[in-house]
């Protein structure tokens, strides 16, 4: 299979600012080259056009947990904890297989609308998530999540986590990668964070974790342990293998400097951490400090969305107030935190996240026909403070076509709304 | 003119929630009331289908510069004295009256198509902001901005600014009404304000300016006046008249309780603050000191645009982590200070902000179609959360239809892309 997408604007790098015209050749799943416009030789099964057009590196979505859109709406203006222990936490064990994969698929219908191509996501009943994943098209780096606050939930925890990495790593012909999620220093003690990394080693695969979140979360954690919970898992050895560590927002410079050290990768959460008023992540202040900043959503019951455009920008703005001053988080490192970085945070950083020869072909077509997008002095800043996800028009992963002209291709939106409809009823 | 909006979700006022389905009359430029589904009587001449749509009061933005369209994109990433400086300063000495035009026609789609009924701006070439408004049919309150550093200037831009009210105040059947505008205390002395609040009683009209955006302007004026900006404009009277003061970022306590004993209106600002790293205002805190806070996108310079429903999700959000409290500005107060706190602010509260019998017929239908609205446990909260702009489906402003199935009715969307793109060229 060749595709043209003739004629677009093209971010090939966010680094590198915009073109504002090519053509961009995809041969079965990579790209094959940016081409001046008409210049791309040969033949073409399918040629897109792109005029009026923006052509982007997909999306990253480096944190979320995809069937709590079951929960969205279903728990608002609480406490954290009122949150957690009366609402989010009993719901969670009704949950069945079932709920899981078609909640999971109404993200997946969500994150494809929106331009998102790639995600990490943390939760219960992986199988179903899997399996929704191999039928959206999707890349995804998905792990069972380890909550074991007392001794006997060790083992029946590693064991569901292990089992799932070993069974769903490399699926959906490499779309799915695995890793293993101690949830957080808070809710794992340090035989669980021991093991999960001998066993990441073994598997060759990361760690996904939650990481200081709370201010309360730290502040308990260096009381009980006298040091930040990241200053204590890179002295358990946990940064030995690869982490995506979400939110951050209570790090400290020390902590950036370990963070960075290690490569650790962050899923920066603005909007989730301003919801629940967790705090605003020093994210500028880990972008200077050499920390892989990625960009999360979270998942939508404290978003409520999992729209990855909105969550740049917002991210873009934040970063500015944050470290008072207007120049931070430019609009091509934010661009860059919303693709390029994430994707190696989740581990495909390699051949991943950009528009060009070579690179696997996961691309987004935003339309600019929008009022919005005039007058169109930069392209690139339009697309991080302006657009929302309602331009996506075309999305398109490892060469397969997942949305064109706002049709999906590879899911029944139709029936994934009805079937998910009928099972909130059900669950209220 | 009997119109019926039938069978859709309404919120008739914040406070009350959502009404699952119910039938809305307009008549005239009025509602005519609010009724079971299938219980409005009599004839109609246009029926608007409501199923699987929420009706909300139309949305308010408090502070803007509708004109700035024209510098979306021209001057990112920049600090705010380089912005002002280098960049929007030198350009707007050379905006034409048609140039203002066009753009405000722009700002005008763009606010129609993300569900906005009214607002207020302050700008210059304000004759020709009275014309597209006019053309378009929304709501307005408008204000010639005075700057005056230098004492001979105080004169001719006072003229300017009574001029223009004296001629537009009450236009368009009423749609248009005005206000004075000394820019902010750091570019006006006393005898500008003393003359503005003089006028401003004569008039009847109220006062727009900018108050506390920032920690300099603010430890500044403390410097020289011994006192905030809040209490210098206190002392000189100016809070004797309605006023409509933007951003208050940088206010205390003590501010506060001034705002609040004076009836003070503030337009919150918070992408604009967070953009140009301003700060985040204490929004939450001036609700619960009594304060009418409205919400603003401000100009499209500093937001990148002019969509209400993605400024009333930021100030939610972004208010919890301020107050650090997840409880602060629930979905109801957001969707209040969008809409009805606004129609207040611009002077308009009394007939204006419910969907209720006598109140003027400014309303939004929000498409529910999109996958983000599943499952929908809360729809206020969906609302205020998780919906965009793009989910707008129909606009009317005082019974009269601007926007319907997504298609503008007053203005050439077509024509003033074109017009604005040409001018935006010549610009460069």
Known sequence: MRILIQRAAVVARPEEGVIPAADVVVEGKHFAG???PGEAQGEFDRVIEGEGKLLVPGFVNAHTHLAMTLFR???EDLTLRDWLEKKIWPAERKLTGEVVYWFSLLGLVEM???????FADMYFFMEEVGRAVEEAGLRALLSYGIIAPTPDRIDPELK???AFAREWNGAADGRIRCALSPHAPYTCGPEVWREAVALAKE???PIHTHLAETKREVDEHRERHGKSPVQWLEELGVFAVPVLAAHCVWVDEKDIDI???HNVSVAHCPSSNLKLASGIAPAWAMVRGGVNLAIGTDGAASNN???MVREMRLAAILAKARAEDPRAMPAPEALSSATQRGAQALGWGKDLGAIAEGYVADCVLFDLGAVHFVPGHDPLADLVYTACGADVEMVMVGGEILMEGRELRTLDEEE???RCRDLARKFR
Chains 1, 2 share one sequence.
């Open 34 to 36: 940016v081409f001046g």
């Open 73 to 75: 709406g279903f728990a």
């Open 112 to 118: 494809i609308r929106t331009g998102t191509t790639a």
């Open 160 to 162: 569901k986590a292990e």
């Open 203 to 205: 598997l060759r695969v």
């Open 259 to 261: 963070l960075a050290a």
């Open 305 to 307: 969305t999992l729209d």
């Open 416 to 418: 994934v709304v009805a």
